[in-house]
C-alpha cells in the first residue's frame, strides 16, 4: 500500500456561482495527485504512456463532506490499494489546513492499448517500481 | 420518476490527448442534464436559488463503459429518481446516436440555504411542479 | 464573409465565485460557434482533421464590455473575415437576449498537418465550400 | 515594474486531442501567476475581494508561439507593467524548461465593487505594498 500526499491551492476558475470548489474538479484534483504519486515512486505517468499504454479510469466515486474555497491550501492523501490483472486502484481523501475532510473518493483505472483501447497488463517497469517501493517501505 | 432526455455536442477542449473526453466532463453533463429535466417541468434551476436555497452535490458516481469523442451527438437520459427530506437523487444513462451506452451515472444532491449552507426542505414549488408532473404523467 | 449565430446557455460550471463567467470560458463559446459557422456550410471541423490537417489558434484577443450569468441565453455572431495562405480569421461578437454586447473578439488561426504541424494550405474541400457559399449568398 | 515567476506543470484535462495545451488554458496559467505575484509582494488576491473590490478582466491578447505538452514543467513570467485609475496591467511569457517562449499575452483588469460592479480605485493597502517593493527594489 502506497501513499503521497499532493498539496495544491484552489484556484479562482475552479469556483463557481455556489462560491464554493465545482464537483467536476474534484476529479482533476485526484487525476493530479494519483500521478504525484507515481511520479514519486519514479514513474511519470507520460512514462507509461511512452510504453504504449494508457490507464483510462473506468469507476469512480465522491463524497462530499465539507466545502472549500479560493485558495485554501488543501492536501491529496492518495493511498494505491491494488494493482491486479489489468486494473489498479485508487483512493483519496482531501483535507484543509485544519484537517478537516472535505472529500473523499475512489477510482479504478483499466490499462488500454494507446492504439487498440484493448485491456492489457501493466507495464513491467511499473509492477517492479510498486513492489521495490513496498518492500523497501516493509524493511525500513 | 420523471425522465427527461437532454442532446449535446462533444465539445473540442472536452477531449484530451487520449483523443476522448476526459472523464471530469461528464459530471458537467449530467448536471446541464438534469437541470434540464427541471426546466422541462417549469423549473430552471436558478428559480430555486432565487428561492434562497442551492444544490450541491453530496455524492456522486460514474461508472465508464465505452469512450465517445469530439463532436459525437450525445444523449443523456436523466431520471428524477426520488426527492425526500432534504436530498434529491438523479440517475444518468449516456448513449450515442447507435444508443450505445457510454457512461452511467448516479448523483445525490442536498438543498442547503443561499447563505448559511445549512440543510433545507426543498422549496414548495419545485415539489409541487414534481407532483403535477408525476400525477399528469399517471393520468394521460 | 460568411457570418453565422450560435445561441447557447450559460452552463453553472463557467461561472466563478464573482458570480459571472470565468474569462477562460469565452474562448470555448467562440471555438463551438466558428466550428457552427463551418457546420452550417457544410464542412463540420472533424471533417478537416480527418483530412489530415488541424486548425490551432496562433493569437486571439477579447473586449470584455458586459458581463453576463448563469443560464443566460447568449448569442455569438462569428464572422469568417479571411482565409488566406495558411491561416483564417474570425471575428465574434456576444449578445445577451436584450442584444447587449457581452464580449467582442478575434481569432487567427493555422492550418498545420496533423502529424508534422508544419503550416501548410487549407484543405481543399473547405476553401471550395467558403467561396461557393459566398457565391450563392452574393447572387440570391 | 514588479516581475514574478510562477512554475507549474500541464496537467491532463488542459490537454485536448491535438496532443497539447488547449487554448482557453493559458488564460487560467496567467491569473495564477498574476496572483502569485501579488502574493510574493504579500497581498494575496482574496484579501482584495475581502477588501470588496474585484479585479474582473476587461481585456486579454495572446500570442501562440510553439505548442506545449502535458506534464512539461512551464514558467510564467509576470510582469505588473501598470496601475492607474481604476485599472491594472500585467504582460505574461510562459517559457519551458528549454527557455523556448511557448506564448505571450497581455491582460488588463479593472478594480470594481463586489456588490455594485461599479469602477473603483484599488484599495490603498495594494498601492502601498506596490509602491514599497518597487522602492525597496530601487534602493537595493
Not at 488543501?74 to 484537517?99: M, P
Not at 483505472?109 to 492489457?120: M, S
Request: proline share 5%.
Amino acid at each position: 500500500m502506497i501513499t503521497y500526499e499532493y498539496k495544491f491551492r484552489v484556484a479562482y476558475p475552479d469556483t463557481d456561482k455556489m462560491g464554493t470548489v465545482h464537483h467536476s474538479n474534484y476529479a482533476k484534483y485526484y487525476e493530479r495527485a494519483r500521478w504525484e504519486l507515481l511520479r514519486n515512486i519514479g514513474i511519470p505517468y507520460q512514462t507509461i504512456e511512452d510504453a504504449g499504454i494508457m490507464c483510462p479510469v473506468i469507476s469512480m466515486k465522491f463524497k462530499f463532506v465539507k466545502t472549500t474555497k479560493y485558495d485554501e491550501l488543501l492536501t491529496v492523501k492518495t493511498t494505491l490499494k491494488a494493482i491486479k490483472g489489468v486494473r489498479i486502484w485508487f483512493t483519496y481523501r482531501l483535507q484543509n489546513e485544519k484537517d478537516e475532510l472535505i472529500n473523499e473518493a475512489e477510482t479504478e483505472l483499466a490499462f488500454v492499448g494507446l492504439n487498440n483501447w484493448k485491456p492489457c497488463v501493466p507495464p513491467p517497469f511499473l509492477v517492479k517500481a510498486i513492489e521495490k517501493y513496498q518492500h523497501d517501505s516493509t524493511t525500513k
